[in-house]
T-cell receptor
Framework: GAVVSQHPSRVICKSGTSVKIECRSL??????MFWYRQFPKQSLMLMAT?????????EQGVEKDKFLINHASLTLSTLTVTSAHPEDSSFYIC????????????FGPGTRLTVL | TQLLEQSPQFLSIQEGENLTVYCNSS?????LQWYRQEPGEGPVLLVT?????EVKKLKRLTFQFGDARKDSSLHITAAQPGDTGLYLC????????FGAGTRLTVKP
């Protein structure tokens, strides 16, 4: 299967700072990537769909100005958590769908964000 | 409100026991997937079921898709400690929506 990497795997930051998380598709080009958030002992919640060359599509209740998504190339999407607060602490996971089908998605290993 | 309801939420059993995890929804899905997730890692796909009534087996794991394509079950036979993890179902239409998960602990 495809390999998806995320960087960093863990990050601790102070409240008010911004944090950038990278998601890379290592095996194939992806015009679309998905960003999920997972709180402790909870399931994955889709935050937004990252679209190469155009604006991301955000799920209801997700602040687009707080969670900035940039999909600048066919292999890289970034999620920037701006002015992070402790309630933003979570496990952020990206996924890359198989070409021509969103039924199969390859998930990254996740990024654990802790905001102090 | 969760689109997909999973039950039970938590399950702790002894090695060798059998178990069934359920995934229910009022929505019809074009396909349904089961994932297993270890702490601190992304979910790993176990199986995709597409046809109503479909049954798929993966060693000791048996997956079934409901006839109406609204629900699914995962049955594990003779559970082992290595089966411990979070099991997630995900319904697929134009996007993918996850259930809350079942956290399974298998004690040796």
């Amino acid at each position: 299967g495809a390999v998806v990497s995320q960087h960093p795997s863990r990050v601790i930051c102070k409240s008010g700072t911004s944090v950038k998380i990278e998601c890379r598709s290592l095996d194939f080009q992806a015009t679309t990537m998905f960003w999920y958030r997972q709180f402790p002992k909870q399931s994955l919640m889709l935050m937004a769909t990252s679209n190469e060359g155009s604006k991301a599509t955000y799920e209801q209740g997700v602040e687009k100005d707080k969670f900035l998504i940039n999909h600048a190339s066919l292999t890289l999407s970034t999620l920037t958590v701006t002015s992070a607060h402790p309630e933003d602490s979570s496990f952020y996971i990206c996924s890359v769908p198989e070409t021509y089908s969103t039924d199969t998605q390859y998930f990254g290993p996740g990024t654990r964000l802790t905001v102090l | 409100t969760q689109l997909l309801e999973q039950s039970p939420q938590f399950l702790s059993i002894q090695e060798g026991e059998n178990l069934t995890v359920y995934c229910n929804s009022s929505s019809v899905f074009s396909s349904l997937q089961w994932y297993r997730q270890e702490p601190g890692e992304g979910p790993v796909l176990l199986v995709t079921v597409v046809t109503g009534g479909e049954v798929k087996k993966l060693k000791r794991l048996t997956f079934q898709f409901g006839d109406a394509r609204k629900d699914s079950s995962l049955h594990i036979t003779a559970a082992q400690p290595g089966d411990t993890g979070l099991y997630l179902c995900a319904g697929v239409n134009n996007d993918m929506r996850f259930g809350a998960g079942t956290r399974l602990t298998v004690k040796p």
